[in-house]
């Protein structure tokens, strides 16, 4: 594997008992998650889909029981897989992938977790073996007004977006500092966050994004929003991440499983 | 619109019992039936509506296992009364503890929060262990839906670790009826493999033996919670630990006793006739002892179970200890630069 700071330290099948599981430990915001995903199964009655498979997403917190937070991301996960997954290759089964939450700095933040969630999700679909069309990969981006400030980051981790600047020469504060898979500290200070998924041939899967309102640690929205040519270069460029470095950290981590 | 099958003509004089699944589902498999084989549909009925069962050991594989053991093998190579090893990794925050146990893995996080007290204990904090199994150990739990296996671990732990007082209530008192420290375990099943119920005990006392409370201040009315950075954490006050040790019945050795067999596996577990669980700490003293039915076990080999177990736990709780002790120094060895980068040295 690659020893740069920004890969992921990944370890598959560490759940002997599952058909395919995989722990997945975020390098920068040290958040771990561990997925096993069981299946085709047999499927609850009242779940059964007459010519496609059920996909079933649980996902478990850390400290305490389940809540909306919980909900949410498992909704979010869900409708990534559906467009992933063939599920019309084994009508009337049921695919059950279970995510839990190891280790977190913030075990309430939704968007420093839905990225680990994701990528662990899916590298854990291809160790099961369940037919997908193609595989996907995310990053969580923060945008920042100035670089982060008191946090140590890894090299390559922040990067700047040049606005435009095809008319005028544009002075170095209308520049965007993006920083990639921020810790929470960082998410605190940023104006806003947007976690981006792409499939390996470059189509969106999943884009969800907010607002931050500085110095509230991702929690509240200050009504400034994002202009919306900022958020296309943000995209174009997490697209890159992912289908270029995203797809090779998959390749490497199954090199040598004979999954592809 | 569904269409109705027509009965076959050889099902036909027991048809009442299966036709409509509603109430073949209500009706309890355990209830004897007139007939064996309109029993055996009712079953087939209720295990469809629930999640897939653990595969079914074969009769050649039981008779292996048994036959093994009335030479004192276990498949495995252990011994009888050998426990599998037990590894302890402990995460980069305190109070989180992942054990293992051969392939049986429990996960356990300790967790605190300031709450208001009962009314009716006001100087008492809280402390509530949650264990919520989910399909990650083994496709046969369901979310939602707790198993025996589930009620049995619960109401164990709680004997075992809240009523034998190993954690000092009084301690988390902040302010008599105003605040208190509200602890909370979280254990989480990852996989099963067997003796499920001593691994979550030893990842339960394990985890809170590691967890650290921040110090707070009192002043008048306010509480300041000072940060891990800014004042050293404190330890919880345990009293004791108390250690759950399983003991398995199944088979029969040459003399026609029934073996007593430590740390079961999954397979052991599907196979045995009865279960004892005894709960000491490493004083020899016993904290609670259940034997929920199962084969009848003469009083000696109680005796004998319990010694034993005060004997293995000796064992575990030193290994506790020494794990505790390795990490301690090995979080305070670049105390500063982890505290600065919120990253613990120790690599699992």
């Not at chain 1, 919980?70 to 996960?77: A, F, K, M, W």
């Not at chain 2, 109430?23 to 999640?51: D, G, K, W």
């Not at chain 2, 293992?100 to 356990?108: E, P």
């Not at chain 2, 259940?290 to 009848?296: D, F, R």
Request: aromatic content about 4%; some cysteine; charged content about 25%.
């Amino acid at each position: 594997m690659t020893s740069s700071p920004l890969v992921p330290e990944i370890s598959l099948n560490p759940l002997p008992q599952s058909d395919g599981s995989c722990q997945y430990t975020c390098p920068t915001s040290r958040t771990t998650i561990l997925t096993s995903v069981n299946g085709p199964l047999e499927v609850r009655p009242k779940d059964e889909l007459p010519n496609h498979a059920t996909i079933e997403v649980i996902v478990k917190p850390g400290i305490g029981v389940a809540g909306v937070r919980e909900t949410r991301l498992s909704s979010l996960i869900h409708s990534t897989l559906k467009s992933l997954i063939l599920t019309n290759h084994h009508p009337r089964t049921l695919i059950q992938v279970v995510a839990q939450i190891v280790q977190a700095e913030d075990h309430t933040s939704l968007p420093l977790l839905l990225t680990p969630l994701l990528n662990c999700t899916i590298l854990s679909l291809l160790i099961a073996g369940i037919p997908m069309r193609t595989v996907g990969w995310s990053v969580h981006l923060a945008v920042l007004q100035h670089p982060p400030k008191t946090v140590k980051t890894a090299e390559g981790q922040v990067f700047r977006l040049g606005r435009g600047g095809e008319d005028e020469m544009e002075t170095e504060e209308s520049e965007q500092i993006v920083v990639r898979n921020p810790n929470g500290e960082i998410l605190g200070q940023a104006e806003s966050s947007h976690t981006v998924t792409f499939s390996k041939e470059g189509e969106v899967l999943l884009i969800e994004s907010m607002e931050c309102s500085q110095g509230s640690g991702g929690q509240s929205a200050d009504g400034q929003g994002w202009d919306i040519s900022d958020f296309l270069r943000l995209a174009e460029e997490g697209k890159r991440i992912c289908c270029e470095e995203g797809v090779e950290i998959i390749r490497e981590a199954l090199a040598d499983r004979k999954v592809f | 619109m569904r269409l109705k099958p027509l009965p076959h003509p050889s099902t036909n004089h027991h048809r009442h019992h299966h036709r409509t699944p509603s109430s073949s589902r209500i009706t309890n498999p355990s209830r004897p039936s007139p007939n064996p084989r309109s029993r055996e549909t009712v079953q087939l009925v209720h295990y469809s509506a629930t999640m897939p069962k653990e595969p079914e050991i074969s009769l050649a594989e039981k008779t292996f296992v048994l036959e093994a053991l009335k030479q004192n093998l276990r498949v495995d190579g252990r011994g009888i009364h050998s426990f599998r090893e037990i590894e302890l990794s402990f995460g980069d925050d305190y109070g989180f503890v992942d054990v293992r146990l051969g392939k049986t893995r429990v996960l356990a996080r300790i967790s605190a929060e300031i709450v208001k007290p009962r009314s009716d204990r006001p100087f008492e904090g809280t402390f509530t262990i949650s264990t919520e199994m989910g399909p990650m150990a083994s496709p046969s739990f369901e979310v939602g839906r707790p198993t025996d296996l589930d009620h049995t671990l619960s109401r164990l732990l709680e004997k075992s670790i809240r009523r034998s007082t190993a954690l000092d209530l009084e301690s988390l008192c902040i302010v008599t009826g105003q605040r208190v420290w509200s602890l909370r375990a979280d254990l989480h099943f990852l996989s099963h493999d067997g003796n499920l119920i001593d691994t979550a005990c030893i990842a339960t006392i394990t985890a809170l033996a590691h967890f650290r409370l921040p110090v707070i201040t009192v002043s008048g009315e306010d509480i300041t919670i000072h940060p891990v950075t800014e004042r050293v954490p404190v330890p919880l006050s345990l009293l004791h630990w108390p250690i759950c040790v399983t003991f398995s019945f199944l088979g029969e050795d040459e003399d026609g006793e029934v073996v007593c067999v430590l740390d079961a596996t999954a397979q052991e577990e599907a196979l045995r006739e009865g279960d004892m669980t005894v709960t000491v700490n490493k004083n020899g003293e016993v904290c609670q002892i259940s034997k929920s039915g199962g084969v009848a076990v003469e009083a000696e080999t109680l005796m004998k179970c319990a010694r034993m177990a005060a004997e293995k736990v000796k064992g575990i709780d030193k290994l506790i200890a020494t794990a505790l002790r390795d990490d301690e120094v090995a979080r305070n060895k670049g105390n500063l630069d982890w505290l600065k980068e919120g990253k613990s040295e120790n690599e699992r």
